[in-house]
């Protein structure tokens, strides 16, 4: 049996310069429950040769961190601002935060110091979701080439993971040789107006319409604070580009005064959408466990997944020393809604929240996905002579 919970989750992107004050300031507010994965900020840095006569711009990898954490909604705010200001997050090139509302299902509630964070934090209303977020998974060695297109167009500053695919590959027969285990992940912070114009570019640009090369997906968050650091390189003036970027958007009120994207016709895409409604499924286990859940999910319908390994820890004075080992791993799919809760069940029956303290299921509300589709006479012809050469 399993518990229902409706939180906002908060995922902080951090320098690993300032992740020491990031983890004081979550033991300042006794967060239960906080699980991070290593990751990269990627910026453009610009460079001169023959003193100053030439010049070349390389693409800059700084190792950064990736977390995230829950609270009641009604702390969303005063919790990213408390965490935004103990890490300097307003200055460019130190990371991003933002929040979502999920559902969790965990065996037992996550149980909070409600009096400090109130204290601490201060209660209230939630922030609008004005920022997007794309997730692309895509094979190893491809993201830099991504994220140095995105950047020299100016659309948003890309953090890189890594992880495995799952489950996909079995179902191309022969033609999985191709495709390797290893992937990428890249996620963009991005105004929502233009998250549809990224979105387009990145499927251009990562060829997502050919069969293995990724898979991306999208949902809308609130980001107070948002790394805008794009290139690096020797200051010419008193103020930085994102300096000035930041300031008007303070100004203005929202981030629609710089919108990319030329006005496009959402008809077909809101019809797409209303066809079918997707969520993503995350769920954790401890290390080594994921493999017979992954398996359920594929029996369902489930495209494929993609895990990712994380590390657990808990500032709760009841739980920290409670812990044997802080290795966990995630796995993320993105399915129908339909199967959904015919999946939750499968896992239960399988006693998923039973086999330990660690186990969790995350739901989060997908706007769109993409990924190759095989459609077509000539995919058709392919996969039938790979099956015959296969048998």
């Not at 954490?69 to 130190?94: Q, S």
């Not at 401890?286 to 992954?294: K, P, R, T």
């Not at 398996?295 to 489930?302: F, P, Q, T, V």
Request: net charge positive; with cysteine; charged share 25%.
């Amino acid at each position: 049996m399993y518990r229902q919970t409706n939180l906002s989750r908060i995922t902080c992107v951090v320098d690993d310069n300032v992740l020491a004050a990031l983890n004081t300031a979550l033991q300042m507010l006794e967060i239960p429950k906080v699980y991070t994965q290593r990751a990269k900020q990627v910026s453009l840095n610009d460079r001169s040769r023959l003193f100053g006569l030439r010049s070349y711009t390389t693409l800059e990898e700084n190792r950064a961190t990736l977390c995230r954490f829950y609270v009641p909604k009604i702390y969303e705010a005063g919790a990213m601002r408390y965490v935004a200001e103990a890490t300097d997050l307003y200055l460019p090139g130190r990371g991003s935060v933002c929040a979502k509302d999920v559902i969790l299902l965990r065996k037992n509630q996550l149980k909070f110091n409600e009096k400090l964070l109130a204290e601490v934090c201060g209660a209230g209303p939630a922030g609008a979701e004005n920022y997007a977020v794309l997730t692309c998974v895509v094979q190893r060695g491809m993201a830099s080439a991504l994220a140095a297109a995105i950047l020299e167009m100016g659309l948003s500053v890309p953090l890189i993971s890594f992880a495995d695919g799952m489950g996909g590959r079995e179902r191309l027969g022969l033609l999985r040789i191709a495709i390797p285990v290893a992937k990428e992940v890249i996620y963009f912070l991005i105004p929502k107006i233009d998250a549809d114009f990224l979105q387009e570019i990145i499927i251009r640009k990562a060829r997502l319409d050919l069969p293995g090369h990724g898979f991306l997906y999208q949902h809308h968050v609130c980001a107070p604070a948002v790394n805008l650091r794009m290139r690096s390189g020797n200051r010419t003036s008193a103020a930085t580009m994102e300096q000035i970027i930041t300031a008007l958007d303070q100004l203005r009120g929202s981030s629609e005064w710089r919108r990319l994207g030329a006005r496009q016709k959402r008809g077909a895409r809101e019809k797409n959408a209303e066809k079918e409604k997707l969520t993503c499924f995350s769920f954790i286990t401890d290390e080594g466990q994921l493999a017979s859940y992954v398996k359920l999910a594929l029996e369902r319908g489930a495209g494929g997944a993609t895990r990712l390994p994380i590390m657990f820890q808990s500032y709760s004075p009841d739980e920290q020393n409670k812990i044997a080992s802080g290795a966990r791993e995630i796995c993320d799919l993105v399915i129908p809604n339909v199967i959904c809760m015919d999946l939750i069940k499968d896992m239960e029956k399988s006693n998923f929240f039973q086999q330990s303290s660690a186990a969790m299921i995350e739901l989060t509300p997908v706007l769109s996905a993409v990924t190759y589709a095989g459609r077509g006479k000539p995919a058709k012809r392919l996969f039938s002579l790979l099956k015959k050469i296969e048998s």
